[in-house]
């Protein structure tokens, strides 16, 4: 049986050979080789925990950034007094450390909270955690109407989206929410900021005109913030002029 503590400097990573020998009061003996390896000591770096309000992370959420050590690690979330703890709402916690399911409305439940990681050779490093909860994502929809072959005007978005954790993606698609967006010939979707660019093309039959279609635009951010809000597209006939007599 080996037990004690191994030592944090002194060794490198290389395999160490030892010679184990046995004898009984009889005489009789016998002996072993055996290689030991002492890896790097386990390092755990925790990025903050950023989530929104009210949201479901659609793939787990893994802060946790591991080197050295031995083998697999397990993490354990723990309280201030140590005990394994309950994910608070409807959050559920890993033993690899991902996190997933429903977000609390506040962070009040998680904080204090700790993250206990330990490696199959022995190493056990504890840390705090510092969890952000965002305010939940919340769309405002306006109903742009542009002049058929005119340029769009700079900043035109018609899906604002404010709440939610900052690395919010975007898209856009048909009124029925799955089929990629047919934006008229000309216009572009930002995926980045939501906004509409482009001029938009003429046709020459003025009767053809306003042409309203509804879109739908979806985002979702890294928190588990998701939502969709629709607006109309309306544009309107071309410019004229006339001659006056």
């Given amino acids: 049986v ?33 290689g030991f390896k002492i890896n790097p000591p ?14 479901s992370p659609t793939s787990p959420i893994y802060p946790f950034k591991i080197s050295g050590g031995t083998g697999k690690t397990e993490i354990t979330f723990i309280d201030k007094n140590g005990v394994p703890a309950k994910a608070p709402g409807g959050l559920v916690f890993g033993r690899t ?5 429903k977000v609390p409305q506040d962070a009040s439940e998680l904080q ?3 993250a206990r990681v330990t490696d199959e050779g022995g190493g056990v490093v504890t840390k705090d ?6 305010p939940p994502m919340v769309a405002t929809a306006v109903n742009p109407e542009v002049t058929a072959g005119g340029a769009i005007p700079t900043g035109l978005i018609p899906v604002k989206i404010t709440g939610g954790t900052p690395d ?8 029925d929410g799955v089929s990629p967006a047919a934006l008229p010939e000309g216009v572009e979707f930002n995926e980045v900021n939501g906004s ?13 005109y306003p042409i309203e279609k509804v879109y739908v635009v979806k985002a979702a951010d890294q928190g588990g913030g998701s939502l969709e809000s629709k ?8 410019l004229q002029l006339s001659e006056l007599n």
């Avoid at 386990?42 to 949201?55: K, Y």
């Avoid at 450390?97 to 399911?101: L, R």
């Avoid at 509409?196 to 053809?208: D, I, M, P, R, T």
């Fill in 112 to 114: 204090g909270m700790q």
């Fill in 42 to 55: 386990l390092n755990v770096e925790i990025e903050a925990i950023r989530l929104t309000a009210g949201g």
């Fill in 129 to 134: 955690i510092k969890w952000i909860v965002n």
């Fill in 231 to 238: 607006f109309t597209l309306k544009i309107n006939k071309f």
């Fill in 2 to 34: 080996i037990r004690g503590t191994v030592p944090m400097a002194g060794f490198n990573p290389n395999m160490v050979t030892y010679t184990i020998k046995a004898f009984d009061e009889g005489g009789g003996g016998a002996s072993k080789k055996v």
């Fill in 196 to 208: 509409l660019a482009g001029k938009v093309k003429s046709f020459e039959q003025a009767n053809a």
């Fill in 97 to 101: 450390g991902g996190i997933t399911g």
């Fill in 168 to 175: 919010v993606k975007l898209a856009i698609y048909e009124r």
